[in-house]
């Protein structure tokens, strides 16, 4: 099956600092790319679509200047938490689709940032 | 608004004892439903669903969709530990921009 990676797995930071987060589909060209965050004891929530070489979609009440997604090929998407907070601290996923009528996403392992 | 709806959120069953898990929806443009299992990590795929009344089966798990009253289940028979996990539901569809938009979630936790 389709494999996606996310890099890092895990990271802490002090507040105020920026934290880039990688999301690579390894065996296939993601034509979309979507980022979700998911809090404690909580679903996952769509941050923001992103499509290889134009703008992201933010959903509804994400700060696109402070979260960063940059989309730069097929088969690699970024997301930068800006001058993170303690409250940013959460669970990032990403997930990739090859695109066809029914766009089955294929999830990356997900990256946890604690902000300290 | 698209909207997904599970129940019920928790669950506490022993090992052996069969689990049926609910997901309702309201969503515009539909395309299909998924079911999710997610442990410590990002949700891993179960099943997707398209059409109304077709079962999808895979070992101890089944899945089916109605389209009319807008609901999908997951049974779990004889339920071992390793099935403790959260199941997310979600619906790919939506107006404009298609997504991904998931329920709350249900926490099954199966005792031994």
């Known amino acids: 099956g389709a494999v996606v990676s996310q890099h890092p797995s895990w990271v802490i930071c002090k507040s105020g600092t920026s934290v880039k987060i990688e999301c690579r589909s390894l065996?296939?060209?993601?034509?979309?790319m979507f980022w979700y965050r998911q809090f404690p004891k909580q679903s996952l929530m769509l941050m923001a679509t992103?499509?290889?070489?134009?703008?992201?979609?933010?959903e509804q009440g994400v700060e696109k200047d402070k979260f960063l997604i940059n989309h730069a090929s097929l088969t690699l998407s970024t997301l930068t938490v800006t001058s993170a907070h303690p409250e940013d601290s959460s669970f990032y996923i990403c997930?990739?689709?090859?695109?066809?009528?029914?766009?089955?996403?294929?999830f990356g392992p997900g990256t946890r940032l604690t902000v300290l | 608004e698209d909207k997904v709806v599970q129940s019920p959120l928790s669950l506490v069953v022993h090992e052996g004892d069969t689990v049926t898990l609910n997901c309702s929806y309201e969503?515009?443009?539909?395309?299909?439903l998924l079911w999710y299992k997610q442990e410590k990590k990002a949700p891993t795929f179960l099943f997707m669903l398209?059409?109304?009344?077709i079962e999808k089966k895979s070992g101890r798990l089944s899945s089916i969709l109605d389209k009319k009253e807008l609901f999908s289940i997951l049974n779990i028979t004889a339920t071992q530990t390793g099935d403790s996990a959260v199941y997310l539901c979600?619906?790919?569809?939506?107006?404009?921009?298609?997504?991904?938009?998931f329920g709350q979630g249900t926490r099954l936790t199966i005792n031994p």
């Open positions: 997930s990739a689709t090859a695109g066809g009528f029914y766009n089955e996403q294929f």
């Open positions: 065996d296939f060209q993601a034509t979309t």
């Open positions: 992103s499509n290889e070489g134009s703008k992201a979609t933010y």
């Open positions: 969503v515009t443009n539909f395309r299909s």
């Open positions: 398209t059409s109304s009344g």
């Open positions: 979600a619906l790919w569809g939506g107006q404009g921009a298609q997504k991904l938009v």
